[in-house]
């Protein structure tokens, strides 16, 4: 499906993920600096950004399961993402 972002760059998206990968490549990623895990690949950040969390201690507010099920977000990126987050004596929230 053919898509325009804001800034109106036309690109292709088979799905309904709503992030230009032509700004993502560019300002968007230097604007979205954090915390996270340097080799988290772009899907996974892209994943972050869109539910606006932009730092493992934002990324502690929410569980395992509500971040490994974001759009983008793989068994890697979870991994990585435990591992940051145990580096910074922090975790996901615990599931109920």
């Known amino acids: 499906m053919q898509k325009t972002c804001s ?3 036309v690109f292709n998206k088979t799905s309904d ?4 990968p032509i700004c993502w490549s ?3 990623r230097k604007e979205f ?8 690949g772009a899907p996974a950040l892209r994943a972050l ?16 399961k509500e971040i490994a099920d974001l759009h983008g ?5 979870i991994k990585m993402l435990k591992e940051a987050l145990k580096k910074q004596r922090l975790s996901f929230k615990s599931e109920k």
């Open 7 to 9: 800034r109106g760059h």
């Open 17 to 20: 993920c709503p992030t230009c």
């Open 26 to 28: 560019g300002s968007y």
């Open 33 to 40: 600096e954090s915390d996270f895990p340097e080799k988290l």
């Open 49 to 64: 950004a869109h539910a606006k969390v932009k730092g493992l201690a934002q990324l502690g507010r929410h569980t395992e």
């Open 73 to 77: 977000m793989g068994p890697k990126g």
